[in-house]
T-cell receptor
Framework: EDKVVQSPLSLVVHEGDTVTLNCSYE??????LLWYKQEKKAPTFLFML????IEKKSGRLSSILDKKELFSILNITATQTGDSAVYLC???????????FGTGTSLTVIP | NAGVTQTPKFQVLKTGQSMTLQCAQD?????MYWYRQDPGMGLRLIYY???????DKGEVPNGYNVSRLNKREFSLRLESAAPSQTSVYFC?????????????FGQGTRLTVV
């Protein structure tokens, strides 16, 4: 059965801390892994990863994929209160046009 | 550029009532999806449509029907709402034919069934 597992489920940190969010997956016909940030409403896209070992970076956020060990991490450095959100990991298959989502990691950054 | 638009944003139904959630995208994407999001459960796929005229069941299709009216629109219908269908519903669209694309989400519909 295809599945995507995120850890931790929730995290509380202080501003300025660095956090690492984890996503492991077991999905047949892997196409890509995506990270989304969800605040009050719709998920907003952060990264798409298709190749192992290539880091994607956007400001204080970065992510990398390991297709051998079947996981990805999302790093956030120098966290700010605006980073408080649920971070979702999703894996897309090559067949069936389906995205499989993890349950998300709820991040709270306190001043 | 509106992207993916869902209506309504909020709805309260009585058990047994029916309603249709509307979704429209202006990105000319082939694939569209309906998800529900419940606390601790992540996003679960209800139905998806790989292209106009085709629909397929996802992970949790029971109690729902869908209609891909044309390339732009993908509606989700609850024929007889149940309290277990209280959830936040998201529609998404993707250009599945492109090599590397992400799903674009609507703003969600918060449905309460009492």
């Amino acid at each position: 059965e295809d599945k995507v597992v995120q850890s931790p489920l929730s995290l509380v940190v202080h501003e300025g801390d660095t956090v690492t969010l984890n996503c492991s997956y077991e999905v047949t016909n892997f196409r890509s892994l995506l990270w989304y940030k969800q605040e009050k409403k719709a998920p907003t896209f952060l990264f798409m990863l298709t190749s192992s070992g290539i880091e994607k970076k956007s400001g204080r956020l970065s992510s990398i994929l390991d297709k051998k060990e079947l996981f990805s991490i999302l790093n956030i450095t120098a966290t700010q209160t605006g980073d408080s959100a649920v971070y979702l990991c999703a894996v897309e298959r090559n067949t069936g046009n389906q995205f499989y989502f993890g349950t998300g990691t709820s991040l709270t950054v306190i001043p | 550029n509106a992207g993916v638009t869902q209506t309504p944003k909020f709805q309260v139904l009585k058990t047994g009532q029916s309603m249709t959630l509307q979704c429209a995208q202006d990105m000319n994407h082939n694939s569209m999806y309906w998800y529900r999001q419940d606390p601790g459960m992540g996003l679960r796929l209800i139905y998806y449509s790989a292209s106009e005229g085709t629909t397929d069941k996802g992970e949790v299709p029971n109690g729902y029907n869908v209609s891909r009216l044309n390339k732009r629109e993908f509606s989700l219908r609850l024929e007889s709402a149940a309290p277990s269908q209280t959830s936040v519903y998201f529609c998404a669209a993707e250009d599945a034919g492109a090599r590397n694309t992400e799903a674009f989400f609507g703003q969600g519909t918060r449905l309460t069934v009492v």
